[in-house]
């Protein structure tokens, strides 16, 4: 079974400046796609940033320019640094990842998600 477990969430002051971090365990052959996504009160969740295995990346359009996805393969570790925070970018942050995993000794692709953190922008 794949787990992914964020790390980094965190109460901020309005301008200031957090990386999330998340680490993918478990029987792993190969990670696809990641991503974070967040979800604020009262909203629906949202794509904030993507990243393919290659390296190629996309965001919304709100934090185009302040947040930046990274991700180490060699770790299973995808990164999204965020600055210039504002309160609108409160919310519950969710990695998630397509992983070749062996399920009943066969591979197969599977979507994982985190468990989310909370990011708190005070302003």
């Known amino acids: 079974q794949v787990q992914l477990v964020e790390s980094g969430g965190g109460l901020v002051q309005a301008g200031g400046s957090l990386r999330l971090s998340c680490a993918a365990s478990g029987i792993i052959l190969s990670i696809g796609d990641m991503g974070w996504h967040r979800q604020a009160p009262g909203k629906q969740r949202e794509l904030v940033a993507a990243i393919t295995s290659g390296g190629s990346t996309n965001y919304a359009d709100s934090v185009k320019g302040r947040f930046t996805i990274s991700r180490d393969n060699a770790k299973n570790t995808v990164y999204l640094q965020m600055n210039s925070l504002n309160a609108e970018d409160t919310a519950v942050y969710y990695c998630?990842?397509?992983?070749?995993?062996?399920?009943?000794?066969?591979?197969?692709?599977?979507?994982?998600w985190g468990q989310g953190t909370l990011v708190t922008v005070s302003s």
């Open positions: 998630n990842a397509g992983v070749l995993t062996v399920v009943m000794s066969q591979p197969r692709w599977r979507e994982v």
